[in-house]
């Protein structure tokens, strides 16, 4: 009988514009100002990027 293996505990961060938790190593990341983003994918990060270019022409 072989043993089933469970994943270890994977950090989990949340995509900044859907909040979908995926595990850190799977993000896309964008580095902000102060901070780093972290986005689900990059249709996530793709919508936050259109909303900061919308800001600076504000």
């Known amino acids: 009988m072989s ?3 469970k994943p270890t505990d994977v950090p989990l961060i949340k995509c900044e ?3 979908k ?3 850190k190593s799977e993000c896309k990341c964008a580095e902000a100002k ?10 996530c ?5 259109e909303g900061e270019e919308k ?3 504000e």
């Open 21 to 23: 938790e995926v595990p």
């Open 45 to 49: 990060y793709q919508q936050w990027q």
């Open 55 to 57: 800001k600076e022409k």
């Open 34 to 43: 102060d901070y780093v983003l972290y986005f689900c994918g990059l249709d």
């Open 17 to 19: 514009i859907c909040l």
């Open 3 to 5: 043993e089933t293996s």
